[in-house]
């Protein structure tokens, strides 16, 4: 039989080598040039699927998993729950994905097309009103219960951050070399790890900018409620090491919406809640970049995903008041500066 080289071996083989496109329209008159990962260019949706696929393998690798016996068991409030959906669907593990009332139903109907079993806890954790670590102490709960079961425990996974060498390798080949910011959000700290190890390791020069949520607990916030799932942590991750980051910039709910809507409006990119929160951030730093600096922002996923929050006026209406002047009028730069400042 003839060979295809141009042609991948199942859907597994489509994560990564996802597209790198310059920013042109986002800030006029900008010194520098800004580009974008388009992470929702995964098969799964978002740049989880590069986790998922990573930490899947190497447990069946070393024959922690089998396919056909195991059952894999893991806390996500989505894109990681759907990226091992399918990865496990494809190897023909059971998956069960522990998620919380925030959860996207969406986003839970999405794993169970992929064959995955969802359980919700109710309950907040009484110590710290978070559902982390009551999500937590169920996926313990079943793994000691069921046979052959394996958590991959994302938040302290090195293979979860192993999987962003890669993502950060793609950005440096594409700008040539050339990379004076990197900016990426924050949840287990696995693209952060990644990009920021693969970094330095080259002996890249970047300034490494993570974008975390206010009220998140990654980087010292007293941690609250956060309306915007994806990025932002209740707990410190095993993955986080002091030092990853050379800066870090927290953003609100509103930031991350003014983001995506600005996104949306001025590249036409449909981007998920912490796209809008690295849009925000980098409009926060635009005037501390020297001009003919070389940004990267990492796009994390699609917003289709956030069609009914994000993307629905009445939602942003309910949570925010009237803020549309902030992304709908053209001459309103300066008030959206303030608004993110
Ligand atoms: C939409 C979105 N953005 C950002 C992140 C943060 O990525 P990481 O877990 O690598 O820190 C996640 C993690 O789940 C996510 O789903």
Redesign the pocket.
């Known amino acids: 039989m003839g060979g295809y080289p141009n042609a991948g071996a199942g859907v597994l083989s489509a994560v990564g080598a996802t597209p790198l496109v310059e920013l042109t329209k986002l800030v006029p008159g900008g010194g520098f040039r800004a580009f974008a990962k388009l992470e929702a260019g995964n098969p799964g949706g ?3 699927d590069r ?1 998922a696929h990573a930490m899947l393998t190497d447990a069946i690798e070393t024959g922690t998993v089998i396919p056909g016996r195991s059952t894999v068991v893991e806390s ?5 729950g759907i990226g091992l959906a399918q990865a496990c669907r494809y190897f023909d593990v059971r998956f069960i994905c522990v998620v919380d009332p925030r959860t996207n139903t969406q986003n839970i109907a999405i794993m169970r097309a992929y064959g995955a079993d969802v359980h919700t806890v109710t309950d907040k954790d009484p110590a710290t009103g978070e559902y982390l670590p009551t999500r937590i102490r169920r996926v313990r709960q079943l793994v000691a219960t069921l046979p052959n079961a394996y958590w991959p425990n ?2 302290a996974n090195p293979r ?2 192993w999987a ?1 060498r890669t993502t950060m390798r793609e950005i440096v080949d594409a700008l040539d070399g050339r990379l004076d910011y990197l900016l ?11 990009c920021a190890d693969y970094a330095r390791e080259i002996g890249l020069p970047t300034r490494i900018v993570a974008v975390d949520a206010e009220c998140s607990a990654i980087f010292h916030q007293p941690v609250g409620r956060r309306l915007i ?3 932002g ?1 209740a707990m410190r ?1 095993g ?1 986080y090491t002091a030092g990853l980051a050379d800066e870090v910039v927290h953003v609100s709910d509103l930031d991350c919406v003014v983001g995506c809507r600005r996104l949306a409006n001025r590249e036409a990119i449909l981007a ?4 809008g ?1 690295v849009i925000s951030a980098l409009l926060r730093l635009r005037d501390r970049i020297p001009d003919g600096a070389t940004c990267a922002v ?1 796009l ?2 699609t917003g289709t995903r956030y069609l009914d929050t994000i993307y629905d006026d009445a939602w942003v209406a309910a949570h925010f008041g009237d803020v549309t002047e902030l992304w709908k009028d053209e001459t309103v730069d300066n008030a959206v500066e303030v608004a993110l400042c």
Do not use: E, V
């Open positions: 978002s740049i989880k986790s996500s409030s989505g894109n990681l994302q938040y979860n951050a962003h990426c959000t924050t949840s287990s700290c696995g693209t952060l790890r990644g799932p994806g990025h942590a991750p993955l998920g809640g912490s796209s929160a990492i994390a996923d």
